[in-house]
Structure formats: C-alpha cells, structure tokens
C-alpha cells in the first residue's frame, strides 16, 4: 500500500507543475498531464509527434467532475456511461474550463469517467481532468504492455508511474460522440 502512496504522491506532483506522466488507467498504457494547463498538453502532442488538430481523451473521476468541464452534459450520456460494459469514453460539445489546444476544431472534448482505481483516484484527488493518450508514437501500435513502450515516450514522459507494469493493457475504451443536437454517433466500438 505504500507503493501506492508514494506513487500517487509523485504523479500529482507532476502534474501540478505542468509535468507529464506515463501511468496505468483503466485501458491502455496512458500519457497524462494537467489538461487545463496548454503548456503541458503542448508537451503531450510533441512527445507523441501528434497534430493538434487530432485532439486527446480527458480522464475525470465522477459526474461532477464532467459536469465542472461540459457546459451542458446530455442526459443520455449517464445512461451510456451507466450500462456500457467497457471502458467508455464520450465526446462532448461544449467543453469548459480546459486548455485551448485541448478542444478539438469542433469545440468538443473526448471524456471519460475512469474506473479503474488509480487513474481515478489521481483525477479526483488533483481535481481536474487528466489528459489520458496511448503510450505511443502517433500512428505506430498501441502498446499492449508497460513492456511494449518505446523508449522514447519512457525518456520523454516527466515521471514514469511505478504500478501495474505486469498487467496486461485492455482495448483502447469504446468512443461515442454526444452531439447537443441529440445525435449519437460510434467512432470506435
């Protein structure tokens, strides 16, 4: 348990002075960082050698927390996140209080409610989203285990989570996009 401790003392102090993490969520290996904070997302989007314009996942740890970072969160998207059966990330119109470079070219924002126990917990107790990318190059395979990543996201990450490094990653979450308009629309199954 005390792994546990230092490990969350580590990262959160990370994240607070706009470093970037390489941590276990409840998917993939993830690279996170304070997604208020544009520096450290711009950070995020060299290591990984991604555009901008292809916006990242946010990690929050409940409802209230999603609903402090969306104007305006669609009923059904409770219901969607309630009885998915797998890790389930949403896209919302509207996303508020976040870094700029974070919203995406059609002012929505990629969210999802962790569930597993410490990327939840490093979200709730930093009290806002985490950015939450696979642990890898733009465009090269997703890692399937902490063995599987490159040793250029290692080197270029700020502090490299000590837990779950046996664990095998589970598929990347399942992605819906919520238009305010009511439409639903499955990018990723």
């Given at each position: 348990m005390e792994d546990i401790k230092t490990e969350m003392q580590n990262a959160l102090a990370t994240l607070k002075r706009g470093g970037i993490i390489l941590y276990p969520t409840d998917t993939v290996w993830g690279i996170g960082c304070d997604a208020t904070n544009a520096e450290a997302v711009e950070k995020v989007y060299a290591?990984?050698?991604?555009?901008?314009?292809?916006?990242?996942?946010?990690?929050?740890?409940?409802?209230?927390?999603?609903?402090?970072?969306?104007?305006?969160?669609?009923?059904?998207?409770?219901?969607?996140?309630?009885?998915?059966?797998?890790?389930?990330?949403?896209?919302?119109?509207?996303?508020?209080?976040?870094?700029?470079?974070?919203?995406?070219?059609?002012?929505?924002?990629?969210i999802r409610v962790s569930k597993d126990k410490f990327s939840n917990d490093l979200a709730k107790r930093f009290r806002k989203p985490i950015v939450s990318t696979s642990a890898n190059i733009s465009g090269k395979k997703t890692p399937g285990s902490f063995a599987e990543i490159s040793p250029e996201i290692l080197e270029g990450v700020d502090y490299v989570v000590n837990l779950q490094k046996n664990?095998?990653?589970?598929?990347?979450?399942?992605?819906?996009?919520?238009?305010?308009?009511?439409?639903?629309?499955?990018?990723?199954?």
């Open positions: 290591l990984k050698k991604r555009k901008e314009s292809q916006a990242l996942i946010c990690l929050v740890s409940d409802y209230k927390m999603l609903n402090q970072f969306v104007e305006d969160v669609p009923e059904v998207a409770y219901d969607i996140l309630k009885f998915a059966r797998k890790p389930t990330t949403i896209i919302y119109d509207d996303p508020i209080r976040v870094a700029e470079n974070l919203i995406a070219d059609d002012n929505s924002l990629a664990k095998k990653s589970a598929n990347p979450s399942a992605i819906i996009k919520l238009s305010n308009d009511g439409k639903v629309k499955v990018i990723r199954k």
